[in-house]
């Protein structure tokens, strides 16, 4: 639990790094507009809200007006430059956005004269969202020449809301502690959102003996750091097989046609089937909030046991939500090390690891998007 705590601080870290005003818009503005923020243009209806926010009790909800029809509703902050010339700047929201909307993040540079130094940096949310949260993020190394920075929130085609913006100060260089940090690209990007999402599904929903006492911490920094700057789709689709080979034998992630189901999904002889019960996220010193395994016959196969989740890159990850087991336990008995045993003394994470930063925001962000009682 202590290390679970310590890697969830990944927010809080956020915050204290960010040079931002208002990052998170908790403080109300003048005008309904959060503290710190401006709307440029017309197009939409900007407005700080107290509902419906992902973090805390404060978001942005863009709302298209009479003149949005080809134009994006712009939320934007503009601070100093001083102090983060020539250093790498990763700028992340979270986006909750309805359908046909789309967001984006520009960061432009200014000079002292207020002239524009251009865009260093555009990033895109391509696949509108049915209301869902998702992240956004643009990382871009800041010129010598910049006085001033603008950060720009655009939503385009519908209704959205906004929430948890961060700028993390980073510096191409080994950090005290930690790994080397960099910008992300858009391969690793994708990469690290294809663990992202099979890491939340096989965690909470696979009920393998394996998954069940796996060492969740560790695992999602080792998935990070392999999978990181996995080139090709077909590289990524191994390594995501072999991270999760050890709490999951039987999910498959692939490129192209689904591979055949392993043996293990359909067993002879004497076996029932076992599936998680979640109220929650559930601990083991949990009273309120509670997850078990449930035993079923296995006659309740059904084929939605089967939950294929979609992926960047053109993957495809195949997890069972239910498997079966005999005397002895689940199957299949695993052919590989197990993982190993939670550890009483606590490990030490640092916030200047990147890969930790990354690991304590996919496990955060997994237990509020999949476990909705804890919202």
């Not at 973090?55 to 503009?78: D, N, Y």
């Not at 002239?115 to 993020?137: E, H, M, S, Y």
């Amino acid at each position: 639990m202590k290390r679970y705590l310590i890697l969830l601080t990944y927010c809080l870290v956020a915050s204290a790094q960010s040079v931002l005003v208002n990052p998170g818009f908790e403080e109300p503005g003048e005008g309904g507009v959060p503290k710190g923020w401006k709307v440029v243009g017309e197009s939409y209806q900007v407005t700080r809200v107290e509902m419906g926010c992902m973090i805390g009790p404060g978001c942005v909800e863009f709302t298209p007006g009479p003149k949005a029809a080809g134009q994006a509703g712009i939320l934007e902050q503009t601070i100093s430059a001083r102090g983060l010339e020539e250093l790498e700047v990763n700028w992340v929201i979270a986006v909750n956005a309805g359908p046909g909307a789309r967001a984006s993040l520009n960061v432009i540079a200014r000079d002292g004269g207020g002239k524009d130094l251009g865009i260093l940096k555009t990033a895109f949310n391509t696949q509108p969202l049915n209301w869902t949260w998702a992240l956004t993020t643009v990382g871009t190394p800041i010129p010598k020449t910049a006085a001033t920075l603008a950060f720009q929130i655009l939503i385009a085609g519908g209704r959205a809301t906004v929430d948890s913006t961060a700028l993390l100060k980073e510096v191409n260089r080994p950090a005290a502690g930690g790994d080397a940090m960099s910008v992300l690209n858009r391969t690793a990007l994708n990469n690290l959102m294809a663990f992202a999402k099979v890491f939340g599904v096989v965690r909470h929903f696979h009920p393998s003996d394996q998954a069940a006492e796996a060492d969740w911490e560790a695992l999602a920094l080792d998935g990070v750091r392999r999978l990181d700057y996995a080139t090709q789709p077909e590289s990524l689709a191994r390594r995501l097989n072999d991270v999760f080979a050890k709490v999951a034998p039987t999910m498959q992630a692939y490129v192209g046609e689904p591979p055949p189901l392993p043996e293990a999904l359909q067993p002879a002889g004497k076996t029932s089937l076992v599936r998680w019960k979640h109220r929650g996220f559930g601990q083991k010193e949990s009273n309120v909030y509670r997850s078990e395994r449930e035993k079923k016959p296995a006659a309740d196969w059904r084929a939605e046991d089967l939950y294929v989740v979609e992926l960047p890159r053109g993957l495809r990850a195949r997890v069972p939500l239910a498997v079966f087991q005999d005397l002895n336990g689940t199957l299949p008995r695993p052919k590989v090390a197990a993982p190993p045993a939670k550890q009483e003394e606590p490990v030490l994470y640092t916030g200047a690891d990147r890969a930790t930063r990354l690991a304590a925001a996919i496990i955060g962000w997994n237990i509020s998007a999949l476990l909705p009682v804890c919202r």
